[in-house]
C-alpha cells in the first residue's frame, strides 16, 4: 500500500514544480487512509531525497522550500519609518502614490509585520501617509496659504531666450517636473535665467532650477538665497558637483543624478559586468569630476581580482573641443548649408555639424588611448556616457570588431541613441528626482542641508551578453 502512495506522491512532486505539495490532511482524503499513514509515507519520501519539510510550513520537492528570513530582532517601528520616510523623501514614493501593504514592506525590511503596522502609523501621525480603508498612500505635502499654487522653474538660456534642452535627461527631467507639479496641483512656470529672477506679481510656491549649461550657478544659486525661496537644485554642471556645494543656505537643497559614486556603483554590481577579469575604463573627460566619481563607484563594486584599465583624457567634457570648432573660421567655410546661404547665419542648423566637427576631432586626439585600452586584453569597455560608447563601437567597428562578439560594450545615460544600437546603459531615474524636488520644495525641512544622491538602474542590452 505504501508504494502505491509513494509512487502517487512522486507524480504530484513533477506537478508542483517549485509549489507547495498537498497539506497532510489532503493527501489523507485523496488515499482515503489515516493522517499518521500519510506521515509514514512523507518520512520515507523525505529520506529517498524527493522531498524537504519544515514545522508549519508543510512539504516541498526538494531544493524547492523557500528560504526562511528571520525576523531581524535588532529593527523597530521607529527605524524603519525613519527607513520609509526617507524614500518618501528622496521621491521613491510619489504624493498620493500607493504603498504595498505592510505584510510586504514586512518581507522586504525582515520584519514582523505588527512592526511593519505600527511604523505606518508613525508616519500617519506625521502626515506623510493617509490611509484608504486598508490601502496607504503618500499624502500630498501641505501648501503655505501665503503664496500662489506656482512652481518657478529655472534652467539655462538659448541665445532666442528660450530654455536650452538638448539632452534626453534633460528633456526627461523638465517633463517630470511637470507631471510632478501637476499630481501636487501646481502650476509650473517656466523661465530661463537672464541674470535675474523673473518679476513675479505674487510669491511662487518654491523654485526648481537646473544648472545644465549654466556658465556660472552661483549667481543664482545666490538670489534664491537671497529671496528666502524654498529651492530644490539640480547639480549637472562642472563647477557644481556633490563635493563643492559653494553655497549652504537652509532654503536650497541639492539632488544629484548622475554626478556621484553611486551610478558607477550600481554597474559595477551588475551581473552582465561581474563576469568580465579584465575591464577598461574609457573617459576622455576625465578632467570632470563625475567621470572620476563613476571611476570609483565602478572599482568598489567590482570582484577582488578584476583588471581594471584606465584609458583616460584630461578634457571636461566635449565643449573643450566644440568651442575651438565654433571659433575656427575654416569650419565655419566648410559649412554652406544649401539654399540658406552661409551657415554662422543660421546656428540652429549649423550646431549639429559643429558638433559633430568637434566630436571627430575628439576621438581622433583621444585614438592612443583607445588603442592602448584594446591592447590592455579587456573584454569588457565602460565607457563614462553613452556618447562615448557609441564613439567607441564606431572606433571598434572601423577595425573589424564586432560588439559583442570582440568586445562587449556599456555605457550612461540609457540615451535613445543606445536603446537604437542595444547598448547596455545606465538609466538615471528622473522621475523619482522631481518627485523628490517638488515634495522638497513644497514641505522644506528647516536647517536641513543636505545632498540626495540617485543611483539608477542598469538596462542591459545585447551589447553585454
Given at each position: 500500500?505504501?508504494?502505491?502512495?509513494l509512487?502517487?506522491?512522486r507524480?504530484?512532486?513533477?506537478?508542483?514544480?517549485?509549489?507547495?505539495?498537498p497539506?497532510?490532511?489532503?493527501?489523507?482524503?485523496?488515499w482515503?487512509?489515516?493522517?499518521?499513514?500519510?506521515?509514514?509515507v512523507?518520512r520515507?519520501?523525505?529520506?529517498?531525497?524527493?522531498?524537504?519539510?519544515?514545522?508549519?510550513?508543510?512539504?516541498?520537492?526538494?531544493?524547492?522550500?523557500?528560504?526562511?528570513?528571520?525576523?531581524?530582532a535588532?529593527r523597530?517601528?521607529?527605524?524603519?519609518?525613519?527607513?520609509?520616510?526617507?524614500?518618501i523623501?528622496?521621491?521613491r514614493?510619489?504624493s498620493?502614490?500607493?504603498?504595498?501593504?505592510?505584510?510586504?514592506?514586512?518581507a522586504?525590511?525582515r520584519?514582523?509585520?505588527a512592526?511593519?503596522?505600527?511604523?505606518y502609523?508613525?508616519?500617519?501621525?506625521?502626515?506623510?501617509l493617509?490611509?484608504e480603508?486598508r490601502?496607504?498612500?503618500?499624502?500630498?505635502?501641505?501648501?503655505?496659504?501665503?503664496?500662489?499654487?506656482?512652481?518657478?522653474?529655472l534652467g539655462?538660456?538659448?541665445?532666442?531666450?528660450s530654455?536650452r534642452?538638448t539632452?534626453?535627461?534633460?528633456?526627461?527631467?523638465w517633463?517630470?517636473i511637470?507631471?510632478?507639479?501637476?499630481r501636487n496641483?501646481?502650476?509650473?512656470?517656466i523661465h530661463?535665467w537672464?541674470?535675474?529672477?523673473p518679476?513675479?506679481s505674487?510669491r511662487?510656491?518654491g523654485?526648481?532650477?537646473?544648472?545644465?549649461?549654466?556658465?556660472?550657478p552661483?549667481?543664482?544659486?545666490?538670489?534664491?538665497?537671497?529671496a528666502?525661496?524654498?529651492?530644490?537644485?539640480?547639480?549637472?554642471n562642472?563647477?557644481?558637483?556633490?563635493?563643492r556645494?559653494?553655497?549652504?543656505?537652509?532654503?536650497l537643497?541639492?539632488?544629484?543624478?548622475a554626478?556621484?559614486?553611486?551610478?558607477?556603483?550600481v554597474?559595477?554590481d551588475?551581473?552582465?559586468?561581474?563576469k568580465?577579469?579584465?575591464i577598461?575604463?574609457?573617459?576622455?573627460?576625465?578632467?570632470?569630476?563625475?567621470s572620476?566619481?563613476?571611476?570609483?563607484?565602478?572599482?568598489?563594486k567590482?570582484?577582488?581580482?578584476?583588471?581594471?584599465?584606465e584609458?583616460?583624457g584630461?578634457?571636461v567634457?566635449?565643449w573643450d573641443?566644440?568651442?575651438?570648432?565654433?571659433?575656427?573660421p575654416?569650419?565655419?567655410?566648410r559649412?554652406?548649408?544649401?539654399?540658406v546661404?552661409?551657415?554662422?547665419?543660421y546656428?540652429?542648423?549649423?550646431?549639429?555639424?559643429?558638433?559633430?566637427?568637434?566630436?571627430?576631432?575628439?576621438?581622433?586626439?583621444?585614438s592612443?588611448?583607445?588603442?592602448a585600452?584594446?591592447?590592455?586584453?579587456s573584454s569588457?569597455?565602460?565607457a563614462?556616457?553613452?556618447?562615448?560608447?557609441?564613439a567607441?563601437l564606431?572606433?571598434l567597428g572601423?577595425?573589424?570588431l564586432?560588439?559583442?562578439?570582440?568586445?562587449?560594450?556599456?555605457?550612461?545615460?540609457?540615451s535613445?541613441?543606445?536603446?537604437?544600437?542595444?547598448?547596455?546603459?545606465v538609466?538615471?531615474?528622473?522621475?523619482?528626482?522631481a518627485r523628490?524636488m517638488?515634495?522638497q520644495?513644497?514641505?522644506?525641512?528647516?536647517g536641513?542641508?543636505?545632498?540626495?544622491h540617485y543611483?539608477?538602474?542598469?538596462?542591459?542590452?545585447g551589447?553585454?551578453?
Amino acid at each position: 500500500m505504501e508504494a502505491k502512495f509513494l509512487n502517487d506522491l512522486r507524480g504530484l512532486i513533477r506537478l508542483a514544480g517549485s509549489r507547495r505539495l498537498p497539506s497532510v490532511r489532503a493527501l489523507a482524503a485523496r488515499w482515503k487512509c489515516s493522517p499518521t499513514t500519510v506521515q509514514g509515507v512523507l518520512r520515507t519520501a523525505r529520506a529517498m531525497g524527493w522531498i524537504e519539510t519544515r514545522e508549519g510550513g508543510g512539504s516541498w520537492p526538494a531544493g524547492r522550500m523557500p528560504i526562511k528570513i528571520a525576523p531581524n530582532a535588532r529593527r523597530t517601528a521607529e527605524t524603519l519609518a525613519a527607513d520609509l520616510r526617507e524614500e518618501i523623501r528622496s521621491g521613491r514614493w510619489g504624493s498620493g502614490e500607493r504603498l504595498p501593504p505592510p505584510k510586504h514592506t514586512a518581507a522586504r525590511h525582515r520584519v514582523h509585520p505588527a512592526t511593519a503596522r505600527k511604523a505606518y502609523g508613525r508616519l500617519s501621525d506625521e502626515a506623510l501617509l493617509e490611509r484608504e480603508g486598508r490601502a496607504w498612500r503618500v499624502s500630498r505635502p501641505r501648501r503655505r496659504t501665503d503664496a500662489r499654487a506656482v512652481l518657478l522653474c529655472l534652467g539655462a538660456r538659448e541665445t532666442d531666450g528660450s530654455l536650452r534642452l538638448t539632452t534626453d535627461r534633460e528633456w526627461d527631467f523638465w517633463r517630470e517636473i511637470q507631471i510632478e507639479a501637476a499630481r501636487n496641483h501646481l502650476l509650473p512656470e517656466i523661465h530661463a535665467w537672464s541674470g535675474k529672477l523673473p518679476d513675479l506679481s505674487i510669491r511662487p510656491m518654491g523654485v526648481v532650477v537646473s544648472t545644465w549649461h549654466l556658465p556660472d550657478p552661483h549667481p543664482l544659486l545666490s538670489a534664491l538665497h537671497r529671496a528666502r525661496l524654498p529651492s530644490a537644485v539640480w547639480l549637472e554642471n562642472p563647477v557644481l558637483s556633490p563635493a563643492r556645494v559653494p553655497i549652504q543656505s537652509p532654503w536650497l537643497g541639492f539632488h544629484d543624478m548622475a554626478y556621484g559614486l553611486e551610478s558607477g556603483a550600481v554597474l559595477g554590481d551588475h551581473p552582465a559586468i561581474r563576469k568580465h577579469a579584465r575591464i577598461a575604463w574609457i573617459s576622455p573627460f576625465h578632467g570632470a569630476e563625475w567621470s572620476r566619481n563613476r571611476l570609483e563607484g565602478l572599482r568598489r563594486k567590482l570582484p577582488n581580482g578584476v583588471i581594471l584599465y584606465e584609458a583616460l583624457g584630461p578634457w571636461v567634457s566635449e565643449w573643450d573641443f566644440q568651442a575651438a570648432v565654433w571659433r575656427d573660421p575654416e569650419a565655419w567655410k566648410r559649412l554652406r548649408l544649401e539654399g540658406v546661404g552661409r551657415a554662422a547665419q543660421y546656428p540652429d542648423l549649423a550646431r549639429p555639424l559643429i558638433e559633430a566637427i568637434g566630436r571627430d576631432r575628439l576621438i581622433e586626439k583621444f585614438s592612443p588611448s583607445l588603442e592602448a585600452a584594446l591592447a590592455s586584453g579587456s573584454s569588457l569597455w565602460v565607457a563614462a556616457s553613452d556618447w562615448v560608447a557609441l564613439a567607441c563601437l564606431d572606433w571598434l567597428g572601423a577595425r573589424g570588431l564586432r560588439v559583442p562578439e570582440d568586445m562587449a560594450l556599456a555605457g550612461f545615460d540609457d540615451s535613445r541613441e543606445a536603446l537604437r544600437h542595444g547598448l547596455t546603459s545606465v538609466r538615471f531615474d528622473a522621475s523619482m528626482m522631481a518627485r523628490a524636488m517638488v515634495r522638497q520644495v513644497l514641505a522644506p525641512e528647516a536647517g536641513v542641508r543636505r545632498t540626495i544622491h540617485y543611483a539608477g538602474t542598469v538596462v542591459a542590452r545585447g551589447s553585454t551578453p
